[in-house]
């Protein structure tokens, strides 16, 4: 008979190797998504990078939806991070958010709401919502914060939709056609906020 003890500690060493083998999944599906993009992006491809079979994948992720929402949790994790280790202004944290974006924002838009599980959801809003406070404070410090908190939200929330849309513009090579830089483009929309 195998004591309480014993019982925790192999439960524990479950829980890692599956931590381990769904991270490793995360970094064959990254390497792959640098090489071909979201569209290119299959499980199988997944499987094969990581060493695994389709079915193993399918295990630790439902579906390439599943799969990409929990690439773009660990990425907009990192993003937090950055963040917050770069200095409080508004223009600092709008470049590092707008760089990031071009890797994040085609996982987000990928990862189709419905198709994600629940938890992952709740994990990328939480990580949305902290991305939120970084950038509502640098347009508050830009004397942008009204007495409103409604009105302050909403200014948070429309320049982190215009750096999301950048980033995809930029991505998707729209703003070169039209010989627009990015940068020039961000500056102009945190201009509004400072």
């Known amino acids: ?77 990192q993003l937090a991070k950055t963040m917050r280790q770069e200095e409080d202004g508004l223009e600092a944290q709008a470049s590092v958010c707008t760089q990031a974006l071009h890797r994040v924002g085609p996982l987000l838009i990928a990862a189709h709401r419905g198709d994600v599980p629940e938890a992952t959801e709740r994990a990328l809003t939480g990580r949305i919502i902290a991305i939120l406070r970084l950038i509502d404070r640098g347009v508050g410090a830009g004397g942008r914060r009204s007495d409103d908190a409604n009105s302050q939200a909403l200014d948070t929330i429309a320049l982190w939709c215009g750096l999301v849309g950048l980033a995809q513009l930029s991505t998707s090579g729209r703003l070169a056609s039209l010989d627009v830089d990015d940068t020039d483009v961000a500056s102009a929309l945190i201009a509004r906020y400072t």
């Open 1 to 77: 008979m195998v004591d309480a003890g014993t019982r925790a500690a192999r439960e524990i060493r479950k829980a890692q190797g599956q931590e381990s083998r769904a991270a490793h999944i995360l970094a064959a599906a990254a390497d792959l998504l640098d090489e071909a993009g979201t569209s290119s992006l299959t499980m199988r491809a997944v499987a094969a990078r990581a060493g695994y079979t389709a079915g193993a994948v399918y295990s630790y992720f439902a579906s390439k939806e599943a799969l990409l929402a929990a690439m773009a949790v660990e990425e907009l994790d």
